[in-house]
C-alpha cells in the first residue's frame, strides 16, 4: 500500500481505539507508520481524512449488512417480515460497531466550523439515504425515482439515528425490530392506514 492507504487505515484502526475527537495527526501518522506531511498532500487536512475513513468504514458496514441480509432474508417474505430482518441485523451490528457510530457523531460538530467537512458528510448522508431506501424496500437503487430515494431514505436514516442513539445511551430499554415494527403497525392504524403490519 501507498501513504495515502496507509494513512486511510490508520485513521480507521485510530477512530476505533480512540474515537474523532480525541484522534491526533500523530496518533495516525503513529498508527500507519507514514509522516505528518502526508496528511496534508493526500487529505488535505485531518479531519478531512478522519472523515474519508469515517465514510469508509460506514461504507464497509453496509456492503456486509447488505451482504449478509442477501442470505438471511427470505426473498418471499413480506414487507413486515423484511422489515424485522433488516432491524434484527442492524440492532446486533450496532453493538460490534458502537466505536464507529460514536465516532460519526462526534464528527457532526466539526461542520460548522470546516466547510469541507460539511460537503463530505453531505455527500455520505445522500448516499446513505439512497443505499437504506433500496435496502428496505428490496430493490436496486436505479429502479427507485429520486424523490423517493430522498423520502423512503431520509425516513430510515432518521429512524437508523434515533435507534442508535437509544441503544448507545440505554440499551436496556432501546426498542427491538419488534418493538420497530409495532410502532409502525401502531402508526399506521392511528392514521388510517389499510396495510396495518403485525409484528
Same mark, same amino acid.
Not at 492507504?5 to 484522534?23: H, I, M, N, V
Not at 432474508?73 to 442492524?90: L, N, Q
Given at each position: 500500500m501507498?501513504h495515502r492507504?496507509?494513512?486511510l487505515?490508520?485513521?480507521k484502526?485510530c477512530l476505533?481505539?480512540?474515537?474523532?475527537?480525541r484522534t491526533?495527526?500523530?496518533?495516525?501518522?503513529?498508527?500507519?507508520?507514514?509522516?505528518?506531511?502526508?496528511i496534508?498532500?493526500?487529505?488535505?487536512s485531518?479531519e478531512?481524512l478522519?472523515n474519508a475513513?469515517?465514510?469508509?468504514?460506514v461504507?464497509e458496514?453496509?456492503?456486509?449488512?447488505?451482504?449478509?441480509?442477501a442470505?438471511e432474508?427470505?426473498p418471499g417474505?413480506?414487507?413486515?417480515?423484511r422489515?424485522?430482518a433488516?432491524?434484527?441485523r442492524?440492532i446486533?451490528?450496532l453493538?460490534e460497531q458502537?466505536?464507529?457510530?460514536a465516532?460519526?457523531?462526534?464528527s457532526?460538530t466539526?461542520?460548522d466550523?470546516l466547510?469541507?467537512?460539511? !460537503?463530505?458528510?453531505t $455527500?455520505g *448522508? +445522500?448516499?446513505?439515504?439512497?443505499?437504506m431506501? #433500496? =435496502?428496505?424496500? /428490496?430493490v436496486e437503487?436505479? !429502479?427507485?425515482g429520486e $424523490?423517493? *430515494? +430522498?423520502?423512503v431514505?431520509s425516513?430510515?436514516? #432518521? =429512524?437508523l439515528? /434515533?435507534?442508535?442513539v437509544?441503544?448507545?445511551?440505554?440499551p436496556d430499554?432501546a426498542?427491538?425490530?419488534?418493538?420497530l415494527?409495532e410502532?409502525?403497525?401502531?402508526i399506521?392504524a392511528?392514521?388510517?392506514g389499510t396495510?396495518?403490519p403485525t409484528?
Amino acid at each position: 500500500m501507498g501513504h495515502r492507504e496507509d494513512l486511510l487505515e490508520g485513521a480507521k484502526r485510530c477512530l476505533r481505539e480512540k474515537g474523532y475527537a480525541r484522534t491526533t495527526a500523530r496518533d495516525i501518522v503513529a498508527a500507519s507508520g507514514t509522516n505528518l506531511a502526508s496528511i496534508g498532500y493526500h487529505y488535505g487536512s485531518k479531519e478531512a481524512l478522519l472523515n474519508a475513513a469515517l465514510m469508509q468504514t460506514v461504507e464497509e458496514w453496509g456492503d456486509e449488512l447488505r451482504t449478509a441480509l442477501a442470505s438471511e432474508v427470505d426473498p418471499g417474505a413480506t414487507p413486515v417480515e423484511r422489515f424485522v430482518a433488516i432491524w434484527t441485523r442492524m440492532i446486533d451490528s450496532l453493538a460490534e460497531q458502537r466505536p464507529i457510530w460514536a465516532a460519526s457523531y462526534e464528527s457532526f460538530t466539526q461542520i460548522d466550523r470546516l466547510p469541507e467537512v460539511r !460537503a463530505f458528510l453531505t $455527500e455520505g *448522508l +445522500r448516499q446513505a439515504r439512497s443505499g437504506m431506501a #433500496a =435496502l428496505f424496500l /428490496g430493490v436496486e437503487e436505479s !429502479a427507485l425515482g429520486e $424523490e423517493e *430515494l +430522498r423520502t423512503v431514505g431520509s425516513f430510515y436514516y #432518521a =429512524l437508523l439515528n /434515533g435507534v442508535m442513539v437509544q441503544w448507545m445511551i440505554d440499551p436496556d430499554s432501546a426498542p427491538s425490530a419488534h418493538d420497530l415494527a409495532e410502532a409502525l403497525r401502531a402508526i399506521s392504524a392511528r392514521m388510517g392506514g389499510t396495510e396495518a403490519p403485525t409484528a
